[in-house]
């Protein structure tokens, strides 16, 4: 920045090949620059290149309350005709959603894809809100109108539909997971030629202390991994569910192999894969009856492992935090049960499952439940307001689950995980239930 103390912006040439793809990064903030930056790719001309345009299809608006820019749920005012991976649109911040509420009408947030956090919570929904195109996540105002956008070329036009249409340019203020306040765009040529990179602070500020490190490269497939909860509390006996993402960078879109490591005496620990078109699995800890942890709590850590080209690599995650907790509680106030150990499902059909469970402890209070790792276009249906749930003095529920046509076959393991709603919330998963997505053809056998 401008060593005067005035604010400016700095402007680096650079050349590029038509469909060329490159990252622009900076190090400011991460280095102990009070640069906030912003970072856009101009033309010959001095204008910004256009990236790609938004057509919003749907409107909706947020009630209930205002939310910040960190928040992974908004509640929308009329949810229905929105699907899962639909990319919805407040303010200049591109979202993309990962769960849609239990049931029409459910008293439920709108979930969409998030990251880490710096305090994450139960597996329900936790971390940062991504935003998507190199947008910024924005907080966002009861009554701000929400609108559900389809993404189109730069240049594509549309006849009116008395709804906006965004036009979203080579620009990025926050880089997202990792970055901080610092920028990164990620930038496709749209044809051969020179470009120029301005480089601000978002504030408008500069000095010379306002120092930072512009890197123009090629893409590096990555991933970066997060536990929730980082200090997962597990009942005496039973178990506790461990939600691992991975947030996938720069075109990597290989498996991932996500496990425990260092876990003390008498706790047992699951592994799973994430898959190619998948972002993240469920890990299940495990304490034998009998046994007891030192101080009762232990430090451990969560691993994922991938090969990023030909390369075995391992991340840790939450930044590679070894400071974990388990910590040991009294006996549940209930076990869960999956009185459907296996669900087979064709595309296009539905199927019966049933969760029991045994009270503990003089416990009589509903029980709400989340099913986790179903694949991309399988959900419960007609399952009420309140979504799968077991009500006061009950002890079993049936359910359905549906499976969309275009679902592809596969078999893997999903959870059912219980929150019991007392003074201090706990959740309780089931045993792995199978679940299997098959053709026609096997259907039939």
């Known amino acids: 920045m401008d060593g005067s103390g005035k ?64 928040s992974p749920g908004l509640r929308l005012f009329q949810p229905t005709g929105l699907e899962l991976n639909d990319y919805m649109m407040a303010g200049n911040d591109l979202m993309q959603i990962a769960r849609l509420t239990s049931a029409p009408g459910a008293d439920e947030d709108i979930v969409f894809k998030s990251f880490g956090g710096e305090n994450p919570g139960n597996i329900f929904g936790s971390g940062k809100r991504l935003a998507f195109e190199d947008t910024t996540p924005e907080a966002h105002a009861l009554d701000e109108p929400v609108y559900k956008v389809e993404l189109h070329p730069a240049d594509a036009e549309f006849p009116p539909n008395g709804m906006p249409v965004f036009r979203l340019n080579m620009r990025n203020d926050d880089g997202g997971p990792g970055y901080g306040k610092d ?41 970066l991994v997060s536990a929730s909860p980082g200090n997962p509390n597990i009942p005496e006996g039973s178990k506790a569910a461990v939600a691992v993402k991975i947030l996938r960078t720069e075109g990597f879109e290989g498996p991932v192999d996500a496990s425990f490591e260092g876990l003390p ?85 539905e199927a019966k499952a049933t969760l029991a469970i045994d009270r503990e402890n003089g416990f009589k209070g509903r029980v709400l439940f989340q099913l986790q790792d179903l694949p991309f276009g399988v959900q ?65 056998k």
């Not at 040529?189 to 120029?196: I, L, R, S, V």
């Not at 910590?327 to 595309?347: E, G």
Request: glycine share 8%.
């Open 265 to 349: 005496e008498g706790v047992e620990g699951t592994s799973g894969v994430i898959r190619p078109d998948e972002d993240s699995v469920t890990l299940i800890l495990s304490h034998r009856p009998g046994t007891r942890l030192a101080s009762n709590w232990a430090r451990y850590r969560v691993v994922a492992r991938a090969t990023l080209g030909e390369q075995p690599t391992l991340r840790v995650a939450n930044g590679g935090d070894l400071l974990k907790v388990i910590s040991l509680m009294p006996k549940p106030d209930i076990q869960v049960h999956a009185k459907t150990l296996k669900i087979r499902l064709t595309p296009g059909g």
């Open 380 to 444: 419960p249906v007609n399952v009420g307001l309140n979504g799968i749930m077991i009500p006061e003095n009950e002890t079993e529920r049936t359910f359905s689950l549906e499976c969309r046509p275009w679902v592809k076959p596969v078999t893997k393991p999903i959870y059912a995980v219980g929150l019991v709603e007392a003074l201090v919330q706990t959740e309780h998963p089931s045993v792995p239930i199978t679940l299997e997505i098959v053709g026609e053809e096997r259907a039939s």
């Open 183 to 223: 920028s990164r765009v990620t930038f496709t040529a749209p044809a051969d030629g020179t470009y120029y990179a301005r480089v601000a602070d978002i504030r408008n500020l500069g000095g010379e202390n306002f120092a930072y490190r512009l890197t123009l490269r090629n893409p590096v497939p990555d991933f």
């Open 7 to 70: 604010p400016s912006a700095d402007y680096y040439k650079f050349t590029a090949r038509k469909g060329q793809k490159l990252i622009l990064e900076i190090a400011a903030s991460r280095l102990g620059s009070p640069l906030d930056s912003v970072v856009e790719v101009l033309d010959p001309t001095g204008r910004v290149v256009p990236r790609l345009t938004a057509r919003a299809v749907y409107k909706t608006q947020i009630t209930l309350r205002d939310r910040d820019s960190s």
